[in-house]
């Protein structure tokens, strides 16, 4: 059609900190334990951490530079210092063992590594350029050229995947990815300049990098903790000065149990629940104190949510992960086919929202990805109004008597026992099943709890083949960064012979 | 970069109205002056409409469909059936000639138009289809493929320029263009479920439209008005039903009038204030009154707003246009170079919400785009902190003894007098000066003010320079479909003799 223009589509965007620096200046960017700082202190602020930066690594021809970070300020500068450069962040999650954060130095082939002083050790051995906080402080700025834009399709940020199964991926989420995230997220929770979002959860994760994009997209204020504070976010919670709050349940779990018969202020408007299924009862209990409780689906591979349970709906479809961002999308696999209502399957999603790939993983993107589609490799299905209730990991899945038997259930239901603190659920090798679930439980301080009082509280609430047949007691239940219990860490220290058979 | 998948940037979105209809279908998208309609109610509408649509155009080969309609529920569900049928809808306006009429249809080369049985006058003599709504009520529903998704650079509507200045021109405006434009609204003005959005300004015209787009993408109702009825608009206002309306300064003064002592309920967050620069005086009335009065720019090149005022700053910048929405951006330009900090220039905007362009315009095109920015025809300047202040348009600009007089500069001044009840100032010729700005006014029914009083009231509040050399009473000031002053008509009428000379 020879009337049309040569249509300029939206490949970049104005640099975000700079635009909102000028758009919001003394709007309030970031709320530390000592001192607010607006968006004008924050640009400044970055742009002296990224000349700091400069000087140190301007040598380097890598685009990739590692990050070893705590929730504080100074990381919050550093990871917009690093966007203001040009460079693509890997996201390095100090929890790591030396030898698991080897293999992901190797893997991106970093040269240089910006980490806060305390995690040096960790690196100590790593033939790499390591960049400390107080070294950054002492170092000579060099300047560097302001990008007036964000390139949508640039690689902003890499993080590895939990790894809650097999070999740790390195995830490419582009300034687009993070864009269309903050975008969707906003459409479906509403955005006010009154906001106030709790940033409790990692930085170095998606769930804390996601806000702070956010925050600058927005105009929004972010509450930065160091660490998951239970007293403290509560009374901050009840204060009135916090409007939204990212937790998985294993925090509000924990939050529930400190704020006993009180409630949180009026202000609060959205708990964002995520980092997988959310045991039935303690939903349960957030409706009755009218805690809004929201639901939430998403992964690395997402750059945060992607499937969200809507306001109206907190109530009505309990349980349930919701719908997806108004621009992804959403659907359910048998084998080769689309799933049924009601019919469980895989779960697949798309969206610009969704990352382009993992990085020189030609393999497993070319099993992940197949029209713009990804396929998680969780499992659920979708109910006869298009609602997403995730089951649980295909991974984790147990198969007991050719029966499936998803371990989340079985927490949920342990969860509700008043004397059980924690508990996880694998699935373990049995000749006469093939696998039977067996239940690893925290209990609490002064309980007497025994196997054997699981075990009949269990064939009170399951089908027999749902029982665990074996039950565990563990002084904790291994997470990721993001809580998400580490089941096949429990198999295999089951496996191994480091827990004792109590049943 | 041999580790790059192909980048798969987001040329499509899923289809608005489906998507929005499958996250929240029980949500009220809908109010006119008899019921509620919720978005799976708008959605049923909207395709019926379409099949009935598509039964009376689908042998036509034309992309393109004339739109001629009013603000109704009916008018509604064709603007969303049209998107569905994946047709580009040209938007007529229905105040214009005929003969302007068929210069459009000529222009967009039309088949069909889709009309309001009211307007099948002024299309008489047009060899053209011409679809009315009770022909379609009869029409046997004809089935179509329902789309999954929109393209982006897919061309939506086209909207012919107001045309305060020469021909008209067609603007080409992408989905794209409406999505930026909503979401660039979304992060200023903020987005929440209890939005309702009232809407008496024409769906014909951006400003209109944008709001239905706006209403699909965030969820949100609309309370849409076929006129603009003061006492029903401020009955609303008052009873808390509306949080957010889009008006120009014509019509909140004659809102503002009918209030008297009154106020507006709490829940009614934003006057969204458009259609050229706000007199003074009634921006101070509204802050008095502490109605958030959200000044805003934009042209149907924009797509809608795109400098709007933020909330924090509507005091302390009264009389800006505030800065430019966050995907979006602004500059002034003086001849060839960046102007500095209060000098005047030409304003010039980039952004994912400008047009691709006037249709079959290629001159046009050329000399209004230059790297992605659009000369606007519009003078302004930036204040140190980056504020926009329109001045006028380009072509109304008076030069008088080599000074710059601005129309909407005296035009505000004159507005505050209390016998004044509208106002255009235009520049006509003079031997001695070139031009002179000659006021044009509507007087108070009551009034007995003459000449002589508005001359002495000019000397009291302007520069000698600035004074109207000339007042003529009138009864009406001529505006456009956006309720912009057309001061070009003014100038014609004077030139052409029909006013009368007061003084």
Redesign the interface.
Known sequence: MN???K?????Q??NWLK??T??????IALISDKREYTFKELWTMTIEMASKIHSHVKESQSEFIGLMIKNTVESVTVIHAVQQLGLTAVLLNHRLSPSELAFQIEDMNLSAVILDDEFYEKLQNQPIQKVTLSGLHKATPSTFEIKGHFQ??Q?CSVMYTSGTTGAPKGV?Q?Y?NHW?SA?GS??NL????NDTWLCSVPLFHISGYSILMRSV???MSVRLFEHFDVERINRELKSGSITIMSAVSNMLQRMLKDLGDESYHGNFRCMLLGGGPAPLPLLEICRDKEIPVFQTYGMTETSSQIVTL???YSLSKLGSAG??L????LKIKKETRPAAAYEEGEILVKG?NVT??Y??REGA?QKS?ED?WLSTGDIGYVDD??FLFVLDRRSDLIISGGENVYPAEIESMLASHKEIEDVGVAGISSDEWGQVPCAFIVKGTMSLLNGKDVLSFCKKNLASYKQPKKIVFVDEIPRNASNKILRRVLRERWEQGVYRDEH
Chains 1, 2 share one sequence.
């Open positions: 009337w049309r223009r249509v300029m589509t939206s490949q965007l104005t635009q909102r000028y758009l919001t200046p003394d709007r949508l399709d690689v490419l582009t687009g269309w975008i906003s459409l509403g955005t006010s300049e997209i927005y105009g809507s306001p109206e719908k997806p108004f621009p992804s999308e610009p382009i790939g990085y020189k993107n990805f713009g109004e298009g």
